[in-house]
Protein backbone atom coordinates (compact mmCIF):
# COMPACT_ATOMS: atom_id res chain seq x y z
CA UNK A 1 0.00 0.00 0.00
CA UNK A 2 0.92 3.25 -0.94
CA UNK A 3 2.62 5.78 2.16
CA UNK A 4 0.19 8.41 1.71
CA UNK A 5 -2.58 5.84 2.27
CA UNK A 6 -1.41 4.40 4.46
CA UNK A 7 -1.14 7.56 6.57
CA UNK A 8 -4.84 8.33 5.43
CA UNK A 9 -5.99 5.21 6.88
CA UNK A 10 -4.26 5.84 10.07
CA UNK A 11 -5.08 9.51 10.27
CA UNK A 12 -9.01 8.29 9.63
CA UNK A 13 -8.61 5.61 12.33
CA UNK A 14 -7.43 7.82 15.20
CA UNK A 15 -9.43 10.65 14.78
CA UNK A 16 -12.69 8.41 15.05
CA UNK A 17 -11.01 6.89 18.01
CA UNK A 18 -10.51 10.31 19.49
CA UNK A 19 -14.25 11.29 18.57
CA UNK A 20 -15.56 8.24 20.38
CA UNK A 21 -13.56 8.95 23.80
CA UNK A 22 -14.37 12.47 23.42
CA UNK A 23 -18.28 12.15 23.18
CA UNK A 24 -17.94 9.69 25.52
CA UNK A 25 -17.05 12.50 27.32
CA UNK A 26 -13.85 10.66 29.18
CA UNK A 27 -11.54 12.99 27.34
CA UNK A 28 -11.73 16.87 27.32
CA UNK A 29 -12.15 18.19 23.89
CA UNK A 30 -8.82 20.63 24.45
CA UNK A 31 -6.85 17.25 24.16
CA UNK A 32 -8.07 15.26 21.44
CA UNK A 33 -5.94 17.22 18.43
CA UNK A 34 -2.66 15.97 20.91
CA UNK A 35 -4.56 12.47 20.96
CA UNK A 36 -4.93 12.22 17.40
CA UNK A 37 -1.41 13.69 16.59
CA UNK A 38 0.05 10.77 19.24
CA UNK A 39 -2.31 8.04 17.41
CA UNK A 40 -1.42 9.11 14.21
CA UNK A 41 2.48 9.84 14.13
CA UNK A 42 3.41 6.34 16.49
CA UNK A 43 5.92 4.20 14.35
CA UNK A 44 4.37 1.38 13.19
CA UNK A 45 7.10 -1.15 14.04
CA UNK A 46 7.21 -0.55 18.07
CA UNK A 47 4.04 -1.00 19.91
CA UNK A 48 3.27 1.48 21.61
CA UNK A 49 0.76 3.39 23.95
CA UNK A 50 -1.09 6.21 22.37
CA UNK A 51 1.32 8.85 24.85
CA UNK A 52 3.92 6.51 22.69
CA UNK A 53 5.16 4.64 26.62
CA UNK A 54 6.91 1.46 24.91
CA UNK A 55 6.61 -2.13 26.55
CA UNK A 56 3.48 -0.82 28.40
CA UNK A 57 5.46 1.07 30.79
CA UNK A 58 6.98 -1.69 31.93
CA UNK A 59 10.83 -1.63 32.77
CA UNK A 60 12.99 -3.41 30.03
CA UNK A 61 16.14 -3.58 32.13
CA UNK A 62 14.02 -5.19 34.65
CA UNK A 63 13.37 -8.16 33.17
CA UNK A 64 16.84 -9.26 32.58
CA UNK A 65 17.97 -8.29 36.14
CA UNK A 66 15.21 -9.00 38.41
CA UNK A 67 13.43 -11.56 36.07
CA UNK A 68 10.39 -10.09 37.11
CA UNK A 69 7.87 -7.43 35.39
CA UNK A 70 8.39 -4.25 37.36
CA UNK A 71 6.22 -0.77 36.20
CA UNK A 72 8.57 1.95 35.25
CA UNK A 73 8.41 5.36 36.77
CA UNK A 74 7.19 8.00 34.22
CA UNK A 75 9.88 10.57 35.59
CA UNK A 76 12.58 8.35 34.75
CA UNK A 77 12.36 7.76 30.90
CA UNK A 78 15.00 7.22 27.90
CA UNK A 79 13.66 7.40 23.81
CA UNK A 80 15.34 4.61 21.63
CA UNK A 81 13.23 4.00 17.93
CA UNK A 82 9.87 6.08 18.65
CA UNK A 83 8.89 4.96 22.00
CA UNK A 84 9.45 6.42 25.12
CA UNK A 85 9.87 3.39 27.66
CA UNK A 86 10.03 3.87 31.15
CA UNK A 87 12.30 2.60 34.21
CA UNK A 88 12.06 2.01 38.32
CA UNK A 89 15.26 3.28 38.31
CA UNK A 90 18.02 5.60 37.22
CA UNK A 91 20.69 2.87 37.17
CA UNK A 92 18.15 0.46 34.76
CA UNK A 93 17.82 3.88 32.50
CA UNK A 94 21.59 3.92 32.45
CA UNK A 95 22.06 0.24 31.58
CA UNK A 96 19.38 0.23 28.72
CA UNK A 97 20.89 3.77 26.87
CA UNK A 98 24.36 1.77 26.85
CA UNK A 99 22.74 -0.92 24.54
CA UNK A 100 18.83 0.08 23.86
CA UNK A 101 19.05 -2.89 20.99
CA UNK A 102 20.19 -5.60 23.20
CA UNK A 103 17.40 -5.14 26.09
CA UNK A 104 14.06 -3.79 23.79
CA UNK A 105 11.24 -6.71 23.09
CA UNK A 106 11.87 -8.43 20.22
CA UNK A 107 9.60 -7.33 17.54
CA UNK A 108 9.25 -4.22 18.45
CA UNK A 109 7.33 -5.48 21.65
CA UNK A 110 4.11 -6.68 19.70
CA UNK A 111 2.81 -9.71 21.27
CA UNK A 112 5.38 -12.45 19.21
CA UNK A 113 2.99 -15.12 19.03
CA UNK A 114 0.49 -12.10 17.13
CA UNK A 115 3.43 -11.79 14.94
CA UNK A 116 4.01 -15.69 14.37
CA UNK A 117 0.68 -15.35 13.01
CA UNK A 118 1.03 -12.53 11.18
CA UNK A 119 -0.74 -9.83 13.66
CA UNK A 120 0.15 -6.85 15.76
CA UNK A 121 -1.08 -6.96 19.19
CA UNK A 122 -0.32 -4.49 21.30
CA UNK A 123 -0.05 -6.09 24.96
CA UNK A 124 -1.82 -3.73 27.03
CA UNK A 125 -4.20 -5.17 29.92
CA UNK A 126 -2.37 -8.11 30.45
CA UNK A 127 1.11 -8.34 30.14
CA UNK A 128 3.13 -11.88 29.89
CA UNK A 129 6.75 -12.28 29.24
CA UNK A 130 9.73 -15.09 28.32
CA UNK A 131 12.99 -14.55 27.91
CA UNK A 132 15.42 -16.80 25.64
CA UNK A 133 18.71 -16.30 24.39
CA UNK A 134 19.18 -12.97 26.34
CA UNK A 135 16.10 -11.63 24.29
CA UNK A 136 13.02 -9.97 25.14
CA UNK A 137 9.80 -11.32 24.27
CA UNK A 138 6.36 -9.79 25.04
CA UNK A 139 2.91 -11.36 25.10
CA UNK A 140 -0.72 -10.17 25.45
CA UNK A 141 -2.09 -12.98 27.67
CA UNK A 142 -0.20 -15.49 29.24
CA UNK A 143 -1.97 -18.08 26.73
CA UNK A 144 -0.04 -16.82 23.51
CA UNK A 145 2.87 -17.40 25.85
CA UNK A 146 2.19 -20.74 26.42
CA UNK A 147 1.45 -21.24 23.02
CA UNK A 148 5.36 -19.63 22.26
CA UNK A 149 7.09 -21.98 24.82
CA UNK A 150 5.89 -24.99 23.32
CA UNK A 151 8.19 -24.37 20.60
CA UNK A 152 10.25 -21.14 21.45
CA UNK A 153 12.78 -21.99 18.22
CA UNK A 154 10.11 -23.16 15.79
CA UNK A 155 7.80 -20.12 16.73
CA UNK A 156 10.83 -17.39 16.48
CA UNK A 157 11.99 -18.71 13.18
CA UNK A 158 8.50 -18.27 11.69
CA UNK A 159 7.78 -15.01 13.66
CA UNK A 160 11.29 -13.67 12.72
CA UNK A 161 10.61 -14.20 8.79
CA UNK A 162 6.95 -12.86 9.06
CA UNK A 163 8.16 -9.76 11.19
CA UNK A 164 10.85 -8.82 8.16
CA UNK A 165 7.13 -8.70 6.43
CA UNK A 166 4.77 -6.88 8.51
CA UNK A 167 7.34 -4.79 10.47
CA UNK A 168 6.57 -1.45 9.30
CA UNK A 169 2.83 -2.17 8.07
CA UNK A 170 0.63 -0.04 10.69
CA UNK A 171 -1.41 -3.01 12.61
CA UNK A 172 -4.61 -1.21 12.05
CA UNK A 173 -4.41 -2.33 8.06
CA UNK A 174 -2.89 -6.08 8.95
CA UNK A 175 -6.26 -6.03 11.68
CA UNK A 176 -8.49 -4.73 8.35
CA UNK A 177 -6.76 -7.33 6.45
CA UNK A 178 -7.60 -10.55 8.91
CA UNK A 179 -11.11 -9.09 9.12
CA UNK A 180 -11.53 -9.05 5.43
CA UNK A 181 -10.30 -12.62 5.59
CA UNK A 182 -12.38 -13.66 8.55
CA UNK A 183 -15.20 -12.20 6.43
CA UNK A 184 -14.37 -14.41 2.84
CA UNK A 185 -14.66 -17.84 5.15
Given at each position: ????????????A??????V???Q????????????D????????????W?????????V??????G???????A?????????????????????????A?????????????????T???????????????????F???K?????V?????N??????I?????????????M??DK???A?
Open positions: MMKWASRALNAISLALVAVVAGSLPAAQADDLAALENRPPHVSTSDGTGAAGYDVAFFTERAVKGKRITAEYLGATYQFASEENRDLFLKDPALTPQYGGFDAYGVRTGKVRPIKELAWYLSDEKLYLGADTRGAWENPDGRRVADVWGEIRTVPDKILRAQADAN
